[in-house]
């Protein structure tokens, strides 16, 4: 296995470079704006997304305004672990560009700090097998516990110096980071974060872009794609999702730019992605119970902004409506 990871497997697929392009002209449209930059509220509110968002992604119960609240020092009535674990989150992304991403060491600090009280190796390397198993099968047998360490080197290393676009190094990694599974647990949000921060150390506004909310919105693709991914050995269709993760997640922070779109109609554009679902998809997503509140704060102000359309207006109350972004 030496070496393997000095030349990760990927092809540059036409969708892959047009992605790659439109998000950089995005990003660099926001970063000459300054709009994300100059407003700390917006960059709070998206910090919270994305920490409530991958955290839901390994079944933790909180909800945004239950975030919100520990954020604000205050009481939460939830499954102490998953208080725990969003504490922790909190104060990881609240270090985040402190981090360097090709350190080895900022690597474990994070995780320690991610993972602390929730598991023995906390800021270690596991020393132990580790199996992935989803519907009660093994998909993936990571690589032994002695390889991890140069593992991870050869990855960080890789990264670091490839030339590469960085999105699409960012990508990899957080693909390649996955495959070799280098911590008893937390391997999916340290991924995750640290994705974050490579990207964050090309365009500093992805340090606050809420990409894992795409993801959580699309996740059984994310593990579909990682899946598939680990059995051709292979990160293409990985990174073409994650992609457009980035891709929508760009796009809805140039809706949070437009004065006219509401906090509730940012969220539900966010979710929607670039996706066609039901009204009922669209609550599960932004953790609603209450469809006229749905209805009136999100659904129809959207509607009417010109932001999302329906798939059949002639019939508005059809059981098979479904929603998507206008023009997609």
């Known amino acids: 296995m030496k070496g393997f990871l000095y030349k990760p497997k990927y092809t540059l697929t036409d969708e892959i470079v047009t992605l790659v392009a439109d998000i950089a002209a995005k990003a660099e449209a926001l970063t000459i704006h300054g709009g994300m930059e100059q407003n700390p509220k917006l960059r709070r509110i998206n910090r919270i997304k994305s920490i409530q968002s991958s955290l839901a992604i390994e079944n933790n119960t909180l909800t945004v305004e239950q975030v919100t609240a520990l954020l604000d020092g205050k009481r939460v009535l939830a499954p102490p672990q998953d208080i725990l674990e969003a504490r922790n989150a909190i104060r990881a992304y609240n270090n985040l560009l402190d981090f360097n991403p090709y350190d080895i060491g900022d690597l474990l600090s994070a995780h320690g700090i991610l993972m602390k009280g929730l598991v023995e190796e906390a800021g270690r390397f596991r020393s132990g097998f580790v199996g992935i198993a989803r519907g009660g099968k093994i998909i993936h047998i990571a690589p032994p516990a002695d390889d991890v360490p140069r593992l991870v080197a050869d990855l960080i290393l890789w990264v670091k110096d490839a030339a590469v676009h960085p999105l699409i190094r960012s990508c990899v990694f957080h693909y390649e980071f996955e495959f070799v599974h280098p911590f008893q647990d937390g391997n999916g949000r340290m991924g995750r974060m640290w994705q974050t921060l490579l990207l964050s150390r090309w365009k500093?506004?992805?340090?606050?872009?809420?990409?894992?909310?795409?993801?959580?919105?699309?996740?059984?693709?994310?593990?579909?794609?990682?899946?598939?991914?680990?059995?051709?050995?292979?990160?293409?269709?990985?990174?073409?999702?994650?992609?457009?993760?980035?891709?929508?997640?760009?796009?809805?922070?140039?809706?949070?730019?437009?004065?006219?779109?509401?906090?509730?109609?940012?969220?539900?554009?966010?979710?929607?992605?670039?996706?066609?679902?039901?009204?009922?998809?669209?609550?599960?997503l932004l953790d609603l119970k209450h469809r006229p509140t749905f209805r009136q704060n999100y659904l129809r102000p959207a509607l009417e902004r010109g932001r999302i359309e329906m798939t059949l207006p002639d019939a508005p109350n059809s059981r098979n409506q479904r929603y998507r972004r206008k023009g997609g």
Do not use: K
């Open 204 to 284: 500093r506004i992805f340090a606050w872009l809420p990409v894992e909310g795409i993801v959580r919105a699309r996740q059984q693709e994310y593990y579909a794609a990682l899946a598939h991914s680990n059995e051709a050995r292979d990160s293409t269709e990985f990174v073409t999702l994650m992609l457009n993760a980035i891709s929508a997640a760009i796009g809805g922070c140039t809706d949070q730019d437009n004065d006219q779109v509401t906090d509730q109609v940012r969220r539900l554009l966010e979710v929607l992605g670039a996706n066609t679902l039901s009204a009922a998809e669209l609550m599960n």
